[in-house]
Structure formats: C-alpha cells, structure tokens
C-alpha cells in the first residue's frame, strides 16, 4: 500500500464550525482548536484508503474519522488536547462552539494510521450541526464525567442518538472521564463497566489532565479500524474488548 501525504495537522474547522466559532469569539480553556484555515478538507473527513487533499508534510497509509461525543463538560476537547499535544491547561470552562477537528498520524505494527478527531459541541444547541457528522465517523469515543453523574445518566440518551445517526458498524467506545477527581468521583467505575456490558462496548476510565488511558483508547480504536481496513491473513485478529481490558491501567483486571 504506497503512503500518501496528508494536509499539516493543525486543527482547523470545516466553515459550518468555523463560522459558529467566528460568530461566538475566543473560547480556550483547554488549547483548543478552531482555527479554520487552508488545509481544511473541501468534502468533510477522509475515508480509509483516501486521503485529504492538499499538501503537507505527514504520510499516512490509511485514515479515518473519529468523534468525540458526550454532554457539555465530560471533558471531550481536554482529551482531545492532552492525545494531541500531551496537554493539559487547567482554566476556566469554554464550551466547544459547533464542532473542530484536529489530525494525528500514529503508528499501528508499522501501518501509518491518520485519526481525524472531531471534536463536537456537547451543548444541546448545537445538536442539529453535529448530528450532520455522525455518518462519516468511522469510530465514536462516548465520554461521560466520573464527576457527574447526570452526564452518566446521559448516556443513554447518547447511543440512541448514535444508533439513529451513525453507521452501524462504527466503533464505539465508552469512557469514564476526569478520574484524577478522586474526591468527587460520583460514578463508580464499576457503573461504567455495567452499561458498557449491557451495551457491548469496551469501557475505560481516563484522565485528560494525567493522561491516563489516554493514549490508549484513541490507539486502541486505531489498531481496530486499521485491522478492519486491512486484513491481513496471517496477522491474528485484534481484539477491542481484550485489548482495552488487559491494557487499560485502574481496570478491575489489572488492579494489584
Ligand atoms: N479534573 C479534570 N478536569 C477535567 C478533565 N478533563 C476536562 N476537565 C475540565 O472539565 C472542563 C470541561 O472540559 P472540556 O474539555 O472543555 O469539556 P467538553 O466536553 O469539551 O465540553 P463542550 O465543549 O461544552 O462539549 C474544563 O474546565 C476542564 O479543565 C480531567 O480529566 N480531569
Ligand atoms: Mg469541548
């Protein structure tokens, strides 16, 4: 498979987002993204086997779209940030306006794998723009707050919404969020373990302010999007559910 070139990985924003964020103004607490510019794709996100147009200096063999999703304040875009640049800016809470994206190439057993993350608003008001994406993402990261427990409650509300608008063979994984708040974690883990079983869907607790998984769950959803796209018969089958469990550090399976 011949390796492409990507646009630059800077965030930036298709012109519905970036003419929602122009109309609301500067909104970082995390260092966000929307920075609407040049190397943003003319026709959305790109499909595996086809990459963006424009030029640029990253080479990818195969790309996909991921999107963030979950209430407003679970921690989407700090996640999103702490993956991308390994950051993590404390600050006042400045909701995502429509939606951004920003790209990052990992390397899956030598397999340049491009993610574009979509980073989406989770206030109500703008379901009606992020609704329009969920039929291109080829996998979905379902965040709820540990610290919240009606942003667990949500979550329901949450896959039916995914259920109506995204493909049905999307990946999803469910996560946990703002596990570092010790003191405030409302939503035991194993409450999250319980509706990702009942639902299928491989569970993890994060931290976008230590980083904790991570790395982990967006490399996860790369080795299983990159298998899928490339079958390779003498590779063995990788294993979402497996994977996330054995790897995922504060897991049930892995505690001392
Ligand atoms: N303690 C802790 N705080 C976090 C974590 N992730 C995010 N936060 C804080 O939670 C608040 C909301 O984070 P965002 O990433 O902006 O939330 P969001 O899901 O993008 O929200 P919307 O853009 O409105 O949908 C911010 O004040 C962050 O600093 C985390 O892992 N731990
Ligand atoms: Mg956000």
């Known amino acids: 498979m011949s390796r492409k070139k990507t646009p630059k ?15 609301n103004g500067p909104r970082l607490a995390c260092p966000r993204t929307a920075h609407p ?19 640029g200096s990253d080479l990818y063999d195969v790309a996909f779209k991921v999107m ?26 400045i909701s995502t306006v429509g939606i951004d994206f920003r790209n990052k190439v990992l390397d899956v057993d030598g397999v340049k794998v ?11 008001r703008f379901r009606s723009v992020t609704h329009a994406y969920y039929r291109d993402a080829h996998a979905l990261l379902l965040l709820y707050d540990v610290t919240s427990k009606s942003s667990f409650d949500n ?6 919404e995914i259920q109506e608008y995204a493909q049905h063979n999307a990946v999803l994984m ?38 904790l998984n991570v790395d982990l769950a967006f490399t996860a959803i790369a080795k299983e999007l990159k298998q899928r796209s490339m079958k390779v018969p003498s590779e063995p089958r990788f294993r979402l559910h497996d994977y996330v469990k054995r790897e995922g550090q504060g897991n049930s399976c892995c505690r001392p």
């Not at 491009?114 to 109500?124: F, Y």
């Not at 979550?155 to 039916?160: F, M, N, R, Y």
Request: hydrophobic fraction near 40%.
């Open 9 to 23: 990985s800077k965030g930036a924003s298709v012109p519905a987002a970036s003419a929602l964020a122009a109309a």
């Open 155 to 160: 979550i329901q509300a949450w896959l039916t």
């Open 68 to 93: 963030l999703v979950g209430d407003s304040g679970v921690g989407k875009t700090c996640l999103l940030v702490r993956f991308k640049d390994g950051a993590f800016l404390a600050g006042t809470f």
């Open 174 to 211: 469910l996560l946990g969020n703002k596990v570092d708040s010790a003191h405030e974690h409302v939503v035991k883990r194993e409450d999250g373990e319980k509706l990702a079983k009942e639902y299928g869907l491989p569970f993890m607790e994060t931290s976008a302010k230590t980083g």
């Open 114 to 124: 491009k993610l574009q993350i979509w980073d989406t608003a989770g206030q109500e």
């Open 37 to 55: 510019g040049p190397d943003a794709p003319p026709n959305g996100p790109p499909q595996a086997n086809r990459p963006s147009l424009g030029g």
